[in-house]
């Protein structure tokens, strides 16, 4: 399962609400090759669910994973910071061995 931070719900909302999305979008999360630590997160919208994707709902938030990026994500909680040392969704990931400095990549 994903979950997500009351902060994180509190953004998502109002990024949904500012681009006038309604119930049908949820949020997208996956994992790409890239980044300096090999794998990076990415966020998006979507409002079509794959057959092999996983979804989730946490907090009222719902979240569509396709398989393969699961198996990295899997017991991951989606946080949002807007503090001074940075400002932005963050993955608190119990896979990744290793993540970067800035924590937009990881490794397993």
């Keep these: 399962m994903i979950t997500v931070s009351d902060k994180a719900k509190e953004k998502v909302e109002r990024l949904m609400a500012d681009a ?3 119930e049908t979008y949820r949020l997208r999360a996956s994992v790409a090759g890239g980044g300096c630590s090999g794998l990076s ?4 919208f979507d409002n079509e669910v794959k057959p092999m994707d996983q979804e989730f709902e946490d907090k009222g938030v719902r979240v569509v994973v396709d398989m393969k990026s699961f198996l990295y994500l899997a017991g991951t909680q989606l946080d ?9 969704f963050f993955f608190d990931n119990p ?3 290793r993540t970067c400095g800035c924590g937009e990549s990881f490794s397993v």
Excluded: E, P, Q, R
């Excluded at 997160?41 to 998006?44: G, R």
């Design 20 to 22: 006038s999305l309604d």
């Design 41 to 44: 997160y990415k966020l998006d």
């Design 95 to 97: 896979n990744a061995s």
């Design 80 to 88: 949002f910071s807007d503090g001074l040392n940075g400002k932005g």
